[in-house]
């Protein structure tokens, strides 16, 4: 039998958000043969482009922003009665919820959690590229700000890629090192947080000298000489926290196969104000938010965890 789908695209006075990767909304399909005008899909639309009207589902022609194409009500629906296109969504994207069974548990989840550790002495090995692509088809779970995902992911893929940039890296860097001169730092004092004034004093500069002088020496002390890298960024439009998410996700991905990582912070500051460098290596020039994470075979065998506290927890 011939399904009577109800395709509605709205044209309406609000604005769609905006990403670097659309600027248009997403268009929901409706099966109302096989729809029970249940509700779900319009609960759980916060955007209310789905409403129920006198217990019949409709698209609203007043919504916040129009569809995001989040998939919440796709997802929901029992009966698979909605398909979500548009914003880089797809039918195809809708796949199968994995059943309780099939995931794990919160002690699984913990003891994987807590046996990891920031690892930067790895094994001259490669990182096999079926690996690389299981820690992105993981970290490309995570939650963001507004979909579709402006994440983007530049992936280093071997020991003498990431030496390269992490050479090239420094020797900008150390070009910069005359902005925190103490003349400079004098003249900037009275427009600086005292926290901003003690990390410059206290660890920036002294990173790039540790920088320029391992350089010199032909140690890698930014990127550690890992057989892996890859940095997560946003671009000017994403949430900055945005690619911190997925670089979670990667690392706890990593662990789950035996691989050891280590966030690096100390890139993505400096990476802002280097415009011709940014170029080179295909960054977008509105990139402001990044991290970069190595991955390796640990070089050794961590036999302790370690439990770790926050600065404060209160229950209001």
């Known amino acids: 039998m011939l399904n009577l789908w109800y395709y509605c695209i709205i044209e309406g006075g609000y604005m769609p958000i905006p990403t670097s990767r659309t600027k248009e909304i997403a268009h929901v399909k409706i099966d109302y043969l096989s729809c029970n005008f249940c509700g779900l899909c319009a609960e759980v639309c916060k955007d209310f482009t789905l409403v129920m009207e006198s217990g019949v589902l ?14 919440q009500c796709a997802a929901v629906c029992p009966n698979g009665s909605i398909v979500v296109q548009g914003r880089e969504m797809t039918a195809e ?17 913990y003891s994987l959690m807590l046996s990891r550790r920031s690892v930067r002495d790895f094994k001259d090995r490669p990182v096999e590229r079926e690996l690389i692509e ?12 507004i979909p ?13 890629k990431v030496r390269k940039f992490s050479f090239e890296f420094i020797d900008e860097v150390v070009k910069m090192k005359k902005y925190f001169s103490p003349l400079v730092m004098t003249l900037l004092k009275p427009f600086m947080k ?8 206290d660890f920036l500069v002294p990173l790039i000298d540790l920088f320029g002088k391992s350089k010199a020496e032909d140690k890698n002390y930014l990127l550690y000489d890992a057989p892996l890298a890859m940095y997560f960024y946003n671009s000017g439009y994403a949430d900055p926290a945005d690619p911190l ?54 070089k050794y065998k961590y036999r302790k965890a370690i439990k770790r506290s926050f600065a404060r927890v209160e229950y209001i």
Do not use: W
């Open 58 to 71: 409709v698209i609203n022609d007043h919504p916040i922003f129009g569809c995001l194409a989040c998939g």
């Open 194 to 201: 005292k926290q901003d004034q003690e990390l410059t004093k």
């Open 245 to 298: 998410i997925p670089a979670t996700y990667a690392m706890l991905a990593a662990h789950s196969m035996g691989l050891g990582s280590c966030m690096i912070g100390s890139i993505a500051p400096f990476l802002k104000y280097m415009k011709p460098f940014k170029k080179k290596y295909s960054l977008p020039p509105g990139s402001k938010d990044g991290i970069f994470v190595i991955f390796g075979h640990p």
């Open 93 to 109: 994207d809708f796949i199968r919820q994995p059943l309780k069974n099939e995931r794990s548990g919160y002690d699984e989840l």
């Open 148 to 160: 579709p995902s402006d994440v983007g992911v530049l992936v280093f893929e071997s020991k003498d």
């Open 134 to 145: 299981k820690i992105l088809r993981a970290a490309v779970t995570s939650p963001m700000g």
